[in-house]
C-alpha cells in the first residue's frame, strides 16, 4: 500500500525570496531519490516551469485551462527533464485568472478538485504559488496539507510573514482543517556576514523543529541554473548549492519536516 501523496504549497507573499528556486530544486532532489513528483506552477511568470525546461510560449494547455476551463489536470501535465518530475506548467494567460474566478462556482476549491483526480499518481506535489495573496494562493492553500516556506537570510526576512501565517490560519479555519506550515527553508545564505547567522538563529527561535536543518547558500550556480532550463542539482550536482537542496530533501522525505 503506498502512502497517500504529500501536497506542500510553497509561499511567501515577500518577492525575491528564492521561492520558486526552491520548488525546482527540491521537486526534482526528490524525484531523484526515485519518487514521483508533480509540480504545478501557479505564478503567471511561469519561472517554475521554464526552470524546468518547459517551452512557456509553445504550451497547447496550462494550469490556467485547468482552473478556469474544467481541462482535466492530466492533460496539462508535461515531463520534466529529470525522471519521475512532472510540471502542470502556468505561462501569462493566468495573469487575468484572479479576477476571471471571482465570479466562479467552487472558486476557492478548484484546484484541489483537479488534483483529486491525479492524486495517486505521485508521492509529492509542490505548487509554487504566486508572491501575492490573491485566489491563486488560496486555491493552492486548500488544496495543500503542508504549507513550505522559503526565508531568505537577509533584513526583513521575517517581514509579511505575520500575514502570511493569517492567511494560513484563516484558510484553515473556513477552507480546509489540514492546513498547516510544517517546513522553513532558510536559503540565500552568506556565510560571510554575521547578518546570515542572526537571522537563521531568529527563524529557529521563531519556529522552531519546522525548520530544516540545511541551510542554502547563496551561490552564482544556484543564480545561474534558471537560464539553462535545469535545476541547479542537476546543472551542477557536486556544488554546494546542490548539496545543499539534496539534505534539505532528505529531510522533507523523512519526515523531519
Known amino acids: 500500500?503506498?502512502?497517500?501523496?504529500?501536497?506542500?504549497?510553497?509561499?511567501?507573499?515577500?518577492?525575491?525570496?528564492?521561492?520558486?528556486?526552491s520548488v525546482v530544486n527540491l521537486s526534482a532532489s526528490i524525484a531523484l531519490l526515485?519518487?514521483?513528483?508533480?509540480?504545478?506552477?501557479?505564478?503567471?511568470?511561469?519561472?517554475a516551469s521554464t526552470g524546468l525546461g518547459i517551452d512557456i510560449r509553445a504550451l497547447e494547455r496550462s494550469v490556467y485551462d485547468v482552473l478556469l476551463h474544467d481541462t482535466p489536470i492530466e492533460d496539462a501535465v508535461q515531463a520534466s527533464a529529470v525522471k519521475g518530475l512532472f510540471v502542470v506548467p502556468a505561462n501569462l494567460d493566468l495573469a487575468g485568472a484572479e479576477i476571471?474566478?471571482?465570479?466562479?462556482?467552487?472558486?476557492?476549491?478548484?484546484?484541489?478538485?483537479?488534483?483529486?483526480?491525479?492524486a495517486t499518481d505521485y508521492d509529492y506535489v509542490f505548487i509554487d504559488c504566486p508572491p501575492s495573496l490573491g485566489l491563486l494562493t488560496v486555491n493552492a492553500l486548500t488544496a495543500a496539507q503542508e504549507v513550505l516556506v522559503p526565508v531568505q537570510c537577509e533584513y526583513y526576512?521575517?517581514?509579511?510573514?505575520?500575514?502570511?501565517?493569517r492567511n494560513i490560519e484563516l484558510v484553515n479555519t473556513n477552507l480546509n482543517p489540514h492546513l498547516h506550515v510544517s517546513t522553513i527553508l532558510c536559503q540565500m545564505y552568506?556565510?560571510?556576514?554575521r547578518l546570515s547567522a542572526d537571522v537563521v538563529a531568529e527563524v529557529?527561535?521563531?519556529?522552531g523543529d519546522k525548520v530544516l536543518n540545511a541551510?542554502?547558500?547563496?551561490?552564482?550556480?544556484?543564480?545561474?541554473?534558471?537560464?539553462?532550463?535545469?535545476?541547479?542539482?542537476?546543472?551542477?550536482?557536486?556544488g554546494a548549492g546542490a548539496q545543499a537542496y539534496a539534505a534539505a530533501a532528505q529531510e522533507v522525505v523523512n519526515g523531519r519536516a
Open 190 to 193: 552568506d556565510s560571510r556576514t
Open 204 to 207: 529557529r527561535e521563531h519556529f
Open 215 to 238: 541551510v542554502i547558500p547563496r551561490t552564482v550556480k544556484i543564480a545561474e541554473s534558471p537560464s539553462h532550463g535545469m535545476p541547479v542539482v542537476v546543472l551542477d550536482p557536486n
Open 34 to 47: 526515485g519518487r514521483r513528483v508533480l509540480v504545478v506552477d501557479l505564478d503567471p511568470q511561469g519561472n
Open 100 to 118: 476571471e474566478l471571482v465570479p466562479m462556482m467552487g472558486r476557492e476549491t478548484r484546484l484541489r478538485k483537479a488534483l483529486e483526480r491525479v
Open 157 to 165: 526576512a521575517l517581514e509579511g510573514l505575520a500575514q502570511l501565517l
Open 1 to 21: 500500500m503506498s502512502s497517500p501523496v504529500r501536497i506542500l504549497a510553497v509561499a511567501n507573499q515577500k518577492g525575491g525570496v528564492g521561492k520558486t528556486t
